[in-house]
């Protein structure tokens, strides 16, 4: 039997902070047929907020080390701030959109990341998904919209990367739907030279990229990233892809593709 198709689609900082961008982004996603659901962070933002507050963001290798007071402070901006903003824009385009977080309908849990070299605070890494609840928001119509935060289980909230969450609730839905992830940022898409931004790489296996590893091709903040797709692609997921927010779309072709 054919499974129904689910597109997951996740943005970044970059498009959240430009209210144009958000807004072209949103159209988009509100013209995109059959179901989806949308994945933010907000890290920008609750950098903002936090400073306008007093409260230093501490950040070791592009990773930010969540204590107390930055957990309340992303709760506010991400549950909050972002997720009802979305959430809002996306009914006046007539999208009836859900704004959740991990702990609403126990959706996603994760386990308090341990303490190695770094003591990264209150992060979450994801544990498990509860993919018959989202399926019973997505049955009745809604589109979930997550944010970047997760829960212990036990009353605990937790900051938790978003590109992971993408990717796990498309590994937990791929039991139900045909998924499909686009990571979308300001870039068409992965660049062979970072000064060319038409220079997208279409397509990448495994094999292209440990060659772009070995070459030093990848910057940092691209590895997790490609991480995350293999392991989606690697766990059920049958299409990643990496671009602008215009690569859903039937008129864009310059977006890279994940294959194994």
């Given at each position: 039997?054919?499974?129904?198709?689910?597109?997951?689609?996740?943005?970044?900082?970059?498009?959240?902070?430009?209210?144009?961008?958000?807004?072209?982004?949103?159209?988009?996603?509100?013209?995109?047929?059959?179901?989806?659901?949308?994945?933010?962070?907000?890290?920008?933002?609750?950098?903002?907020?936090?400073?306008?507050?007093?409260?230093?963001?501490?950040?070791?290798?592009?990773?930010?080390?969540?204590?107390?007071?930055t957990?309340?402070?992303?709760?506010?901006?991400?549950?909050?701030?972002?997720?009802?903003?979305?959430?809002?824009?996306?009914?006046?385009?007539?999208?009836?959109?859900?704004?959740?977080?991990?702990?609403?309908?126990?959706?996603?849990?994760?386990?308090?990341?341990?303490?190695?070299?770094?003591?990264?605070?209150?992060?979450?890494?994801?544990?498990?998904?509860?993919?018959?609840?989202i399926?019973?928001?997505?049955?009745?119509?809604f589109?979930?919209?997550?944010?970047?935060?997760?829960?212990?289980?036990?009353?605990?909230?937790?900051?938790?990367?978003?590109?992971?969450?993408?990717?796990?609730?498309?590994?937990?839905?791929?039991?139900?739907?045909?998924?499909?992830?686009?990571?979308?940022?300001?870039?068409?898409?992965?660049?062979?030279?970072?000064?060319?931004?038409?220079?997208?790489?279409?397509?990448?296996?495994?094999?292209t990229?440990?060659?772009?590893?070995?070459?030093?091709?990848?910057s940092?903040?691209?590895?997790?990233?490609?991480?995350?797709?293999?392991?989606?692609?690697?766990?059920?997921?049958?299409?990643?892809?990496?671009g602008?927010?215009?690569?859903?779309?039937?008129?864009?072709?310059?977006?890279?593709?994940i294959?194994?």
């Amino acid at each position: 039997m054919l499974k129904e198709k689910l597109s997951i689609i996740k943005i970044g900082g970059n498009i959240i902070e430009d209210e144009t961008s958000l807004a072209a982004f949103l159209k988009l996603f509100s013209n995109l047929e059959g179901n989806k659901i949308l994945v933010h962070g907000g890290g920008k933002r609750a950098t903002s907020v936090a400073s306008k507050l007093g409260i230093t963001s501490k950040m070791i290798d592009g990773r930010r080390i969540t204590d107390a007071e930055t957990l309340e402070v992303i709760t506010m901006v991400y549950g909050g701030l972002v997720n009802k903003n979305i959430v809002a824009k996306l009914q006046a385009l007539q999208v009836d959109a859900i704004g959740l977080t991990g702990a609403d309908i126990n959706s996603i849990k994760s386990d308090k990341r341990p303490i190695k070299e770094i003591d990264f605070g209150y992060v979450g890494d994801v544990k498990e998904i509860t993919s018959h609840s989202i399926d019973k928001l997505i049955k009745a119509d809604f589109t979930p919209v997550f944010c970047a935060i997760t829960h212990d289980g036990n009353g605990q909230l937790l900051n938790t990367n978003a590109d992971t969450i993408a990717s796990t609730i498309g590994v937990g839905m791929s039991k139900i739907y045909d998924t499909s992830i686009y990571y979308c940022f300001e870039l068409n898409g992965v660049l062979q030279d970072f000064s060319d931004k038409e220079s997208v790489i279409k397509n990448i296996d495994t094999e292209t990229y440990q060659n772009l590893l070995k070459n030093g091709m990848i910057s940092d903040g691209m590895i997790p990233k490609l991480d995350n797709c293999f392991d989606a692609l690697q766990n059920g997921v049958q299409k990643v892809h990496i671009g602008n927010t215009a690569m859903f779309t039937k008129e864009n072709n310059n977006f890279t593709t994940i294959t194994l």
